[in-house]
């Protein structure tokens, strides 16, 4: 072996600190070993307390649970018979040197010292049972029983000088206690390794040891207890691993150690405090790993950080566009209301115009059906007017027609009364004459008459024609004043109906388009979840295969029995499968935090070994 050989020792390794990983220069330690880890559990087992026997089923079978009953009805008795044994004495020597005042006194101490033990050892009994135990209760009932052993001694004191005899009956007087408390311990660890049979158990230190090197079994013993290492060949691997580095140190640098840097001094340090070679050697580059994994974990709250934030902004941003929405939504509403009012008072002024222009439409209306009244009346005067004409006309013919019919008689008559006589014919001429001119008065006056009262009859036409149509021009202009509001009214109605109808429509616009956003994000929102729930379901199916996996090749291992390494690299080739098939992409820390190793370089060799597996053919399926 060369100087920069890595020593063997003479123990075999634990699995968990089979080799330290290299620091700051030191040499890479050997892996090869074989049988290393498969062997390890059978040293282990080994051992004189004979702890590290596989633990017996929790079921108890019927001689089982016979002998059982006859071990706690012996011990039982045992405990009368001690109590038996201890009252008398510890009552009597309570009356008379403890200075207790009478007899029935010391007798109440001693009950009260014994129930106290029995309450004591029966509660630590139950709850050992309860798989709740309770470690401190045992140093009173160890103190009381003390105290009881010494009573029982003193009370067999000689009055006089210590003889042999004298020292042999002070101890018979606490055989007794001392069983009765080692049958209780022995009583509590077998139920508390019948109800725990998983709990790990500590091995003694062969006697022989404490004999040969008391010192150093004393200090093994102390590192044991301070650091819970619960195998003895364990610790003394550790031992045997310590001292055979502190002499390749010692070989690397030709007898003087403190030419060592501070990490390959770590061992020497660290030794005290628990730390094995490989634990003590692979802490700078845990540190380390631990600080990168810190700064990886801050950088990710940070980011964490960074990621809540925006989605703060996100939501608050999306808060304030609902709220935006909202306010644009209500002020439609509000506009829809002020145009609706806007356009109401637009339609009152516009039907108050129309109502002013038909009224002044009315009025010239009735101004030019005046005016053709006027003319009608003075074209009907004209038409009366000749028609009186006209009759007057007829009259005077009539009357002219009468005048030649009475001038033809009177010529009839004068050419009678030529005939005749002609004596006469003067005074008849005469009187023709004047009758004649009679009846032109007559007819006269009768023209004069007729003419009178055509006039009077053309004045009444003229009269009720004038109020008949000031009667009908007045009614006609209300009827179309009345139009002329309906109308309006009509307009007015019919226009803010409208304007109603528009604004509502603009509203409902609006927020048909604010639904159909919020209908959108919440489409978003939806298929965002259905995706997340699918990636989500994805992973469960991955998971399934993943562990359906593991079970068979772990019941293909089983079915194998194969080795704890051999499955361990199994389980590394698996997560190498499961990250891609490429060994560097699985990282240590991984196979660490898996298979509960501590050391980074056992972890590569795990990884190393799973990656020639694989290359060999290795696959969980087959």
């Known amino acids: 072996m060369t100087i920069t050989d890595w020593p063997r020792t003479a123990a075999e390794p634990d699995p968990e600190t089979a080799s330290p ?6 040499p890479k330690p050997v892996s090869q070993a074989p049988g290393t880890v498969s062997e390890t559990t059978e040293f282990v087992s080994e051992t004189e307390s004979g702890t590290g026997m596989d633990p017996s089923p929790a079921k108890l079978t019927g001689t089982q649970k016979w002998t059982a ?76 029983t003390a105290a009881t052993v010494v009573l029982n001694a003193a009370s067999g004191a000689p009055e006089g000088a210590w003889t042999l005899l004298d020292y042999v009956a002070a101890g018979a007087h606490g055989v007794v206690p001392v069983l009765f408390i080692v049958v209780v311990e022995l009583g509590r660890t ?55 580095y502190e002499q390749w140190l010692k070989r690397k640098y030709e007898g003087d150690i403190s030419q060592a840097t501070e990490d390959e001094l770590l061992p020497m340090k660290m030794a005290p405090y628990g730390y094995t070679v490989a634990q003590a050697l692979a802490m700078p580059d845990e540190q380390e790993q631990a600080a990168q994994e810190r700064a990886e974990e801050a950088e990710r709250r940070r980011l964490d950080a960074e990621t809540r934030s925006e989605v ?26 002020t145009g609706q009012a806007r356009a109401h008072a637009r339609a009152q002024v516009s ?30 005067k004209e038409a009366q007017e000749r028609r009186a004409a006209a009759a007057a006309d007829l009259e005077k013919a009539e009357l002219e027609r009468k005048a030649a019919e009475q001038r033809k008689a009177a010529a009839e008559a004068d050419k009678v009364a030529a005939a005749e006589a002609c004596a006469i014919e003067t005074e008849r001429i005469a009187q023709a004459r004047r009758t004649a001119a009679a009846a032109d008065l007559e007819a006269a006056e009768l ?70 956003r919020q209908a959108a994000a919440l489409a978003d929102i939806a298929r965002s979840q259905k995706e997340a729930a699918e990636a989500e379901r994805a992973a469960a199916e991955t998971r399934r295969v993943a562990a359906e996996i593991e079970r068979r090749a772990v019941e293909a291992e089983d079915a194998a029995k194969l080795r704890p390494r051999e499955r361990a690299v199994r389980k590394v080739a698996r997560m190498i499968l499961a990250v891609g098939g490429d060994a560097d992409q699985l990282p240590l820390a991984d196979i660490q935090r898996e298979l509960a190793v501590t050391s980074p370089g056992t972890a590569s060799e795990y990884r190393q070994e799973a990656a020639e597996l694989l290359a060999g053919g290795y696959r969980p399926e087959q």
């Not at 010292?113 to 045992?138: N, Y």
């Not at 010192?215 to 044991?224: E, G, H, K, S």
């Not at 939501?315 to 306010?327: H, Q, T, Y």
């Not at 039907?351 to 009346?377: F, H």
């Open 190 to 244: 077998s139920i508390d390794r019948v109800v725990r049979p998983d709990q790990a158990e500590r091995d003694s230190i062969p006697w022989l040891r404490w004999v040969l090197a008391p010192v150093a079994t004393a200090r093994i013993f102390r590192r044991m207890r301070l650091w819970g290492v619960t195998s003895y060949p364990e610790m003394i691997r550790r031992d045997q691993e310590l001292i055979a």
């Open 312 to 337: 703060a902004k996100a939501e608050s941003e999306a808060e304030r566009l609902r709220a935006k929405g909202k306010v644009e939504l209500v002020q439609a509403e509000v506009d829809g209301q």
């Open 69 to 144: 009953g006859a071990i706690v009805a012996f011990a039982l008795a045992l405990a009368g018979i001690g109590l038996y044994l201890s009252f008398e004495h510890v009552a009597q020597f309570a009356h008379e040197e403890l200075r207790f005042g009478s007899l029935g006194k010391g007798q109440l101490f001693a009950i009260g010292v014994d129930v106290g033990i029995m309450v004591m050892i029966a509660v630590d009994l139950l709850m050992a049972w309860l798989k709740r135990p309770i470690s401190w209760i045992r140093y009173p009932v160890w103190l009381l």
């Open 447 to 516: 023209e004069r008459q007729a003419a009178q009262k055509r006039k009077e009859g053309a004045e009444a036409d003229r009269v009720a024609a004038a109020e008949a149509q000031a009667i009908e021009t007045q009614a006609i202009a209300e009827a179309r004043l009345a139009a002329a509001e309906a109308d309006r009214r009509a307009a007015e109605t019919e226009r803010a109906a409208a304007e109603t109808r528009r604004a509502a429509a603009e509203a409902d616009r609006k927020k048909a388009e604010e639904e159909r």
């Open 351 to 380: 039907a108050a115009e129309r109502a002013a222009e038909l009224e002044q439409q009315a009025l010239d209306n009735a101004v030019i059906a005046e005016a053709r009244a006027r003319e009608a009346e003075a074209e009907r």
């Open 21 to 26: 990983a290299a620091a700051s220069g030191t």
